[in-house]
């Protein structure tokens, strides 16, 4: 609009040659225009206040990411190494229980080995189950009182020792 009257008069002031309504029009365009530009550039001050907010929680939420991820990485290490120490103690003592079964195997038939061996030395003798039975009740009646067994006996009172030598218990019995 404004060029309109630029081009077509010859006049330095073309404000001269509008007319009032013209020139009111033309004022009020220029206001417009002015609000217009005042609120562009409210909003892009408010935008980029709201821009540097968002920048600052962006980067915030990166330090964070950042430090989580490190501490993460360092627990996950962390519990690798003990899943594979207990894998290992697992291991190891599977290890050993496998030993002791061997062991326990091994001494089971070196012990039927010797109790087989016994027999056949003491063939119209009592087994060994027996003869460690009727040890076992004599050891029964001569151990050691319990203080629960004590009934105001005198203290010093000697126990018998009856305990047989081998030789005594198998005198004449061997081929």
Avoid at 71 to 81: D, H, I, K, P, V
Avoid at 95 to 104: S, V, Y
């Amino acid at each position: 609009m404004l060029g309109k009257y630029l081009k077509g008069t010859g006049h330095a002031n073309p404000a001269s040659d509008v007319s009032s309504d013209e020139a009111r029009e033309l004022r009020a365009a220029i206001e417009e225009r002015d609000a217009a530009i005042e609120r562009l550039e409210q909003t892009i001050s408010e935008l980029t206040a709201q821009t540097g907010t968002l920048q600052r929680s962006l980067d915030d939420a990166e330090f964070k990411t950042g430090i989580l991820k490190q501490s993460y990485s360092t627990q996950l290490c962390e519990a690798r190494e003990r899943a594979e120490a207990a894998e290992q103690s697992i291991t190891d003592q599977q290890t050993r229980i496998e030993e002791l079964e061997a062991d326990h195997k091994a001494l089971n038939r070196e012990l039927a080995g010797a109790r087989a061996r016994l027999d056949s030395i003491y063939p119209d003798e009592a087994s060994i189950d027996e003869l460690l039975d009727s040890f076992s009740m004599r050891q029964a009646r001569t151990r050691a009182p319990r203080s629960d067994d004590l009934v105001d006996e005198p203290a010093d009172q000697e126990l018998p020792e009856e305990m047989l030598a081998p030789d005594v218990m198998f005198a004449g019995k061997r081929k």
